[in-house]
C-alpha cells in the first residue's frame, strides 16, 4: 500500500491498487487476512474506498461477463465445471465482504471524512495559497493553470457527489452477479439500512426486489423491508404487493428467524385508511385461522395484529359476530361481487346459506379477493378464550372492547410481542404477581377420599367397632410373637 500512495509521483497509484484487489478477490485459497486488514487499516480514507468502488465494479462485470459451463455442455468433464463454480462462488464471496465492509461517507455523528490517504487530495486553504503563491513566482501562467486544475480542492459536494455514484455503480454491478443463497440472505438483511440510504437512486433496486420478493419463503420475507420501503419512500408501485404478503401467511412464518421484523412491517402495511375493506377483513380472517395452529407466542401476535385492524378499519367490525341470517348484500364488496358473479355457484350456495354453522372463508385460497372473507366471522378469537396457555387466554379479552370508538382505545406496539417464545412467556408468568393463589389445604382434615355425594350408596367410613376390633387381635398377636421368643431363647 505505500507504493500504492507514491508509486504514482506522489498520487494514488489505481492501476498497482486495482491489481490487489484481483489477485484478492480471484484467490483460489481464503485471503480473509488480507480482507479484514483492508477494511480495518485502510477504508477509512476516502481515496482508497473510492478506488474500491471502481475495482469492484470491474471485477463484478468480468465475473458476469465468465460463462459457467452447464452440465450438458460440460458432459463427462463435471470436476472442472464444480471447480470453476466453486472458484465464482468463492470471488463472489470475497466481493461481498470487500463491498460490505467499505463504510459510509458519513461518519456516525452524520457529518462527512475526508481524510486520504495519498498527498494529493484535500488540503487547506492556507496551505493551498502558499503552494500557488510559490507556483506564481516559479512558472508560467500556462503551466499554472494546468497544474491548478490537477490540484484543485474537490468541494464536498463533489466528492459526496461521486462517491455515491461509485457506491451504486459497484453495488449494482454485484447484485448482477449469480449470488450464492447464502450470501443472498445476508444481503437481503442489511440491504434496507446499508445499502438503499447512500445509493444515488434507490429505485434501481425495484427489480431485484421483486425478484427476490416473488420466490417466496424466508427470502420474500427478508426482502420485504427493502421493497416497502422503495414503495413508501421512494414512489415504488407494486401491485401485486398485497397478493404476495398474503401468500406468506403461513405456519412456518411463525418459526422463522426474521419474524419479529416481518410482523412490525405487516402491521405497517396494514395501517393505511384507504385499504379496501375485503383486503382488511381477509388479512383478520387468515391471521385468526392461524391462531388456532400456531405457537402461544405467535398466537399473542395474532390478537395484538386484528386489534390494530380492527381498530383502524370500522368497516370490517362486522366480523366480530356474523351470522348466516345477518348477511346482506351491503356486506359484500364491490371486488367479492365481481368474484361470484364469475363463479359457477349455482343452486349449491342457496343450500350453504340455508345452513348453518358453515363458514364461507376459503383459507386455501391464494388471492385475498376471492377468499370470502367478509361473509365469515372471527369466531377463532372467541376459541382462543379457552386456550391452554393462560397469557393468550387473558390477553383475548382485549378484543372483546367496542374498537370502534377510537378515543378510548389505543394501538398496540407489534414490536412488544413480535420476538416472543416460549422462554419469554413462561419468564412473564414467573415474574407476574398473583394476589389468590390456590392451595392443596384443607381448614379440616378429610375424612374420605371421595364425598359420599358423588357414590349414593356407598361408605368409605370404617366403623370404629371394627376399627377396635382389628386393634385389638393386633396387640394379642404382638404378645404371643413376643412369648414365643422368650421361650425359644
Known amino acids: 500500500m505505500d507504493f500504492v500512495k507514491l508509486g504514482n509521483g506522489g498520487r494514488f497509484y ?8 484481483r489477485s484478492i478477490v480471484h484467490s483460489p485459497t481464503p485471503v480473509e487476512f488480507l480482507s479484514e486488514l483492508l477494511a480495518s487499516k485502510y477504508f477509512k480514507y476516502i481515496d482508497v474506498r473510492y478506488f474500491t468502488f471502481i475495482s469492484m465494479e470491474k471485477l463484478a462485470k468480468t465475473l458476469d461477463a465468465r460463462d459457467i459451463p452447464d452440465d450438458k455442455a460440460v458432459g463427462g468433464d463435471d470436476d472442472s465445471g464444480s471447480q470453476s463454480r466453486e472458484s465464482m462462488e468463492l470471488s463472489i464471496h470475497n466481493i461481498h465482504y470487500i463491498i460490505s465492509h467499505i463504510p459510509p461517507l458519513e461518519g456516525i455523528d452524520g457529518k462527512f471524512e475526508y481524510e486520504m490517504w495519498s498527498g494529493s487530495g484535500i488540503s487547506s486553504k492556507e496551505e493551498h495559497d502558499k503552494k500557488e503563491l510559490s507556483k506564481l513566482k516559479k512558472e508560467e501562467d500556462k503551466e499554472l493553470k494546468a497544474e491548478k486544475r490537477n490540484n484543485d480542492v474537490l468541494s464536498r459536494a463533489t466528492i459526496a457527489k461521486k462517491m455515491k455514484l461509485k457506491f451504486t455503480k459497484a453495488w449494482i454491478s454485484f447484485l448482477r452477479l449469480p449470488i450464492p443463497i447464502d450470501v443472498y440472505k445476508e444481503v437481503l438483511a442489511t440491504l434496507h439500512q446499508e445499502v438503499i440510504p447512500h445509493l444515488s437512486n434507490p429505485i434501481i433496486l425495484c427489480d431485484f426486489l421483486t425478484r427476490s420478493y416473488d420466490i417466496g419463503g424466508v427470502v420474500s420475507v427478508m426482502a420485504l423491508s427493502s421493497l416497502f420501503i ?5 414512489g415504488l408501485e407494486y401491485p401485486n404487493f398485497y397478493e404476495k404478503l398474503y401468500a406468506l401467511l403461513a405456519p412456518s412464518i411463525f418459526m422463522a428467524k426474521h419474524r419479529a421484523k416481518f410482523f412490525q412491517l405487516l402491521d405497517s402495511c396494514l395501517k393505511s385508511p384507504l385499504l379496501p375493506a375485503y383486503l382488511a377483513a381477509a388479512f383478520a380472517k387468515k391471521l385468526s385461522r392461524l391462531a388456532l395452529s400456531v405457537p402461544p407466542s405467535g398466537a399473542l401476535v395474532i390478537i395484538a395484529l386484528i386489534h390494530n385492524v380492527l381498530r383502524r378499519h370500522p368497516s370490517i367490525n362486522c366480523l366480530v359476530h356474523q351470522e348466516d341470517g345477518d348477511e346482506t348484500p351491503k356486506d359484500n364488496s364491490k371486488a367479492e361481487h365481481i368474484v361470484n358473479k364469475a363463479d359457477d355457484s349455482g343452486s349449491g350456495t342457496d343450500i350453504s346459506h340455508k345452513r348453518r354453522g358453515i363458514d364461507h372463508f376459503n383459507n386455501e385460497e391464494s388471492n385475498p ?37 377510537r378515543s378510548k382505545t389505543t394501538e398496540m406496539d407489534i414490536k412488544d410481542f413480535s420476538s416472543g417464545s416460549y422462554a419469554t412467556i413462561f419468564g412473564d408468568e414467573i415474574r407476574r404477581r398473583v394476589k389468590q393463589v390456590p392451595l392443596a389445604f384443607y381448614k379440616a382434615t378429610p375424612t374420605s377420599l371421595f364425598p359420599e355425594s358423588e357414590f349414593c350408596g356407598w361408605t368409605f367410613k370404617y366403623e370404629e367397632s371394627k376399627e377396635n376390633d382389628t386393634g385389638n387381635t393386633s396387640e394379642e398377636n404382638d404378645v404371643s410373637t413376643k412369648r414365643q421368643r422368650i421361650e425359644c431363647s
Open 14 to 21: 489505481s492501476a498497482v491498487y486495482h491489481k490487489l484487489l
Open 230 to 234: 422503495l414503495m413508501t419512500q421512494h
Open 369 to 405: 379477493i376471492k377468499s370470502n372473507a367478509m361473509r365469515s366471522s372471527l369466531w377463532e378469537i372467541d376459541t382462543l378464550r379457552h386456550h391452554y396457555c393462560p397469557p393468550v387466554s387473558r390477553f383475548v379479552l382485549s378484543l372483546e372492547n367496542d374498537l370502534t370508538v
